[in-house]
């Protein structure tokens, strides 16, 4: 099989190129940007973007990996502060403060790597530096109007983009990148059934005939693992589904109605405990922190009572990047399955077999694995639930409010045939009061927001333009069905900046 080995100088981006070459059916795998060149068994190389500059006191350099990719004649291409690596590599310079984010345009010249791309193109950037001068031997192949855009050494596979082609924003990235790949001459012989199949084996090989217990939100991600493990470990699989009190309406009935049949289905009532744990509670990281621990706590319990040593977290990449858990990574936020995680716990192994795959992926391997379209094509929610979509405390009240704002959300999302065409959509309730008048009298009121948002994979989004008047009926049910809220508001902003969760 094909290999196509990513260099990860810390990009939120960087698993979403391994991403790229797998939906273009190569097999690729995400290394350290301290990889001994000595352990370099691949067809072509990508070195990712990362938040660094590359004259940072603590810049992730690896001048001997270059050095070896240009011995060995490996086409390699490096993306936005890999491009700044191999002109520094190569004696270049780069300029400190040359900014750029967002939607860009290039004028690309003739270069193979260009093939069926036109001459102007739009591209996303994302960099604080930029190439200054080109070092000897380069050819600069696309511009934007502030930078270098694409560069490449004479006559040899190496290749530098100052944008990030993996984005979705760049509307021809993936046809760049399958040009690279063809340049680079490598076989197209990856498919999501090898990687069904790999995970089998990986948990075949950790529990055995073991018992283990998975963390069941009745999400797609959790789901997902949860079939992917009963296939190997049957009957030894106990499903826990915790109902901290922060859930969808109708949440636990939907996870008890899907799963009580096809698994071993434990549900808790925490509610008590983590509302506890939570109360006044306002600083999202301190709650994301807090609702991980709890979580973990409560599966210890009851892994306790059955025996089990193994834990199984549906765990998928953005959970783990976003959380700032690889090497030169952010932490943007701590999702709760992984930055809110407690230092230690007391399993034996964290089992996830899911955490190189972006969502639209584990939906592939969903419906490959037969899973109703109901639990596939569900909007995401976070594990921390309702909390991270209010921005004050946790208490009956606020999550009463925005339960029942999502719920009428969803529910004219769905009656209006919207809700299936996006990718996600919810209410969030904010801290600040508004002045309202309802029936002639002053009312110092709630506000809620709401956010509707289409992805691909969740790294990137855009806020849905819904109709106002579809907005217009929403807002009045909000402001009619729930006395306390008196304003409603809608999100129009991408992310980036945003995120698609408030908190
Ligand atoms: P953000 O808000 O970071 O979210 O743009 C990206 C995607 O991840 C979901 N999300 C989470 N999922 N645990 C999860 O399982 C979490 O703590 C968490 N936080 C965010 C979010 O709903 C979106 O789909």
Not at 215 to 235: E, P, R, Y
Not at 273 to 283: A, N, Q, V, W, Y
Not at 446 to 462: C, E, F, G, H, I
Request: a negative charge; proline letters at 4%.
């Amino acid at each position: 099989m094909s290999t196509v080995l990513i260099i990860d100088f810390g990009s939120q981006y960087t698993h979403l190129i391994a991403r790229r070459i797998r939906q273009l059916n190569v097999y690729s795998k995400v290394v350290s940007s301290d990889i001994n060149p000595k352990d370099i068994d691949a067809d072509a190389v990508i070195l990712s973007g990362g938040p660094s500059s590359i004259y940072d006191e603590n810049a992730p350099l690896n001048n001997t990996l270059i050095a070896y990719l240009v011995k060995h004649n490996i086409p390699t291409l490096g993306i936005c502060y890999g491009m700044h690596h191999i002109v520094h590599y190569f004696k270049g310079s780069i300029n400190k403060g040359k900014k750029e984010y967002g939607i860009s345009t290039i004028t690309v010249k003739d270069d193979p790597l260009f093939k069926n791309l036109n001459k102007h193109e739009r591209v996303w950037m994302s960099h604080g530096d930029s190439v200054e001068h080109l070092p000897e031997g380069f050819d600069i192949i696309a511009t934007s109007d502030k930078c270098p855009a694409a560069i490449r050494l004479k006559d040899r596979m190496i290749y530098a983009l100052q944008f990030h082609p993996e984005v979705n924003h760049t509307e021809h990235g993936i046809q760049l990148l399958d040009n690279f790949l063809d340049l680079a001459e490598i076989s197209r012989d990856w498919k999501m059934e090898d990687f069904v199949i790999e995970a089998e084996q990986k948990i075949k090989k950790s529990i055995g005939d073991k018992k283990a217990i998975i963390a069941l939100s009745g999400g797609v991600d959790s789901s997902v693992a949860a079939m992917i493990t009963a296939k190997v470990i049957k009957k030894n699989l106990y499903a826990v589904f915790v109902d901290h009190g922060l859930l969808r309406k109708h949440e636990r009935e939907f996870v008890e109605n899907t799963f009580s049949d096809s698994l071993k289905l434990i549900v808790v009532d925490a509610k008590e405990r983590f509302f506890k744990k939570l109360e006044g509670i306002t600083d999202p990281e301190q709650k994301r922190k807090i609702i991980g621990n709890e979580f973990i706590k409560v599966f210890e319990e009851e892994a306790k009572k059955i025996g089990a040593r193994y834990l199984i977290q549906g765990t998928i990449y953005p959970d783990v990047i976003e959380s700032g858990s690889t090497c030169n990574s952010e932490t943007i936020k701590s999702h709760h399955n992984v930055g809110g995680l407690p230092e230690s716990f007391d399993f034996d192994e964290l089992i996830e077999p899911l955490r190189e795959l972006y969502k639209d992926e584990v939906r592939i391997v969903g419906s490959t694995l037969g899973l109703p379209p109901e639990v596939v094509l569900q909007h995401p929610c976070p594990g921390p639930g309702l909390a991270v979509r209010i921005t004050g405390a946790v208490n009956d009240e606020n999550i009463r409010i925005v339960r029942d704002a999502s719920a009428i959300l969803d529910e004219e999302l769905k009656n209006s045939g919207w809700h299936d065409k996006v990718w996600q959509s919810f209410a969030v309730l904010l801290e600040d009061r508004v002045v309202g008048v309802v029936g002639d009298q002053r009312k110092f009121g709630r506000v809620v927001a709401l956010r509707v948002v289409q992805s691909v994979d969740a790294m990137t989004a855009n806020f849905v333009k819904l109709p106002w008047d579809l907005l217009e009926r929403i807002s009045t049910r909000i402001t009619n069905e729930i006395g306390e809220v008196v304003a409603v508001s809608y999100f129009i902003s991408h992310k980036p900046p945003q995120t698609i969760e408030p908190c």
